[in-house]
């Protein structure tokens, strides 16, 4: 049995041993326990003590012995969810601290086509809710197929993300579909674009994406790098009509 999802929900070694021997013998005194587990007595007795406390066993007084047993495993679920609630109360203020933390510039790479496609997921995962990109090539429908940009770019709709893009001239008719759907404006052009590259920016997060038959791309991390890129962007897009 794969225990470690119990060491995930912050139990001890001697305390899943003991638990898992509950488990078996069933409502049971602490001397059974110790002669089952082969743990020391005190061992078990600070195990007994905890997972009470973490509400894992229960225990009853059968005349001046105490008798121990666990509790439903389905129950189990039940402090996950606990867990969870209590973090969701904090994310909040986490963030917040986050956010607030002096950040230090962040390069990150990403390889091949599940490396890119991760790469991309991630510059929806903003705050931002402004979406430039440029270069966009033909090589990248190539090479990721028409399913999956369909499947993006409603993702990115669906998260209220607006975009502006421009695309090279040989992607007109991707643009002209994208050009009809909401929070997108496209625009194509021929003039000095290399054909294998993509940059994109959203929020503080710029992705250089090269689209060669192995595609990688760079993650950069940095306020004043991706508003240097924004503004490089702005520039180009006053440019074409």
Known sequence: MDTSILEDLGLTGAEIKVFLTLLELGSSTAGKVVEKSGLQNAVVHRA?????????????LEGKVNHYQTVEPKLLLSFIDEKKERLQKILPELEATRINAPQKPQASLFQGIRGVKELLNLMLDTHSKEYYAYGGPLRAHELFGDFFWDSFHRQRIHKKIKAQLLFHAKLRWWANQLNKRSLTTVKTTSKDFEELTETIICGNRVAIIIYLDKPFGFLIEEPQTAKSYRKFFELIWKQNK
């Open 48 to 60: 007994f003590h905890s997972l009470a406390q973490k509400g894992f066993i229960t225990s009853i």
